[in-house]
Antibody, heavy 125, light 107 residues
């Protein structure tokens, strides 16, 4: 059975750091793009970052550039998000999501076909 | 960045009603549009990818259409388990962006 299990959330002061982890099982982790998606309390979904299957390519939402780092360890079937200089507006449930590729007219893009249960990050003094 | 809008932001409907949700992209995204359903306290669930491809296990009362900038999600006959929020998401370009969501509740 496919599973994504996030951990590492919690309460952190503004300016602090936190490292989120996502443990994957039930599929060949090393062959998939992976993403982090967050949802502030009572708000909509916001994509945060994604990473190529071999870790060679990473992209971030503008508000995370320079503060967040996505990484993965394919030997451990794990995805990570290092978050530094945290702000109150980073308060959210952070989801780990698998990105499945689909192609049309020779161009391939992705959809988030499996999600973890989420981990809550609260940035507050 | 590609901006996604959805309408309506919320709607009230009864079991058995047909419902249509519209999603618009600020520029053409071809057919790289996905739809998700989210229930309170739960992770989103993928319903439709590539604008119109129904995912395995998703009931056939759900359908998607559109290309370019305008897309729709249709639920042909609402069931009690369909009361939830629905989000569109473009995967054409990074940053990947979601629409603001449409909340479907019981009339």
């Amino acid at each position: 059975e496919m599973q994504l299990v996030e951990s590492g959330g919690g309460l952190v002061q503004p300016g602090g750091s936190l490292r989120l982890s996502c443990a994957a099982s039930g599929f060949t982790f090393r062959t998939y793009w992976m993403s982090w998606v967050r949802q502030a309390p009572g708000k909509g979904l916001e994509w945060v970052a994604h990473i190529h299957p071999d870790g060679s390519e990473k992209q971030y939402v503008d508000s995370g550039k320079g503060r967040f780092t996505i990484s993965r360890d394919n030997a451990k079937n794990s995805l990570y998000l290092q978050m530094n200089s945290l702000r109150a507006e980073d308060t959210a449930v952070y989801y780990c999501a698998r990105a499945e590729a689909y192609c049309a007219s020779g161009v391939c893009r992705t959809c988030f076909d499996y999600w973890g249960q989420g981990t809550l990050v609260t940035v507050s003094s | 960045d590609i901006q996604m809008t959805q309408s309506p932001s919320s709607l009230s409907a009864s079991v058995g009603d047909g419902v249509t949700i519209t999603c618009r992209a600020s520029q053409s995204i071809s057919s790289f549009l996905n739809w998700y359903q989210q229930k309170p306290g739960k992770a989103p669930k993928l319903l439709i990818s590539a604008a119109s491809s129904l995912r395995s296990g998703v009931p056939s009362r759900f359908s998607g259409s559109g290309s370019g900038t305008d897309f729709t999600l249709t639920i042909s006959s609402l069931q009690p388990e369909d009361f939830a929020s629905y989000y569109c998401q473009q995967s054409y370009n990074a940053p990947l962006t979601f629409g603001p969501g449409t909340k479907v509740d019981i009339k």
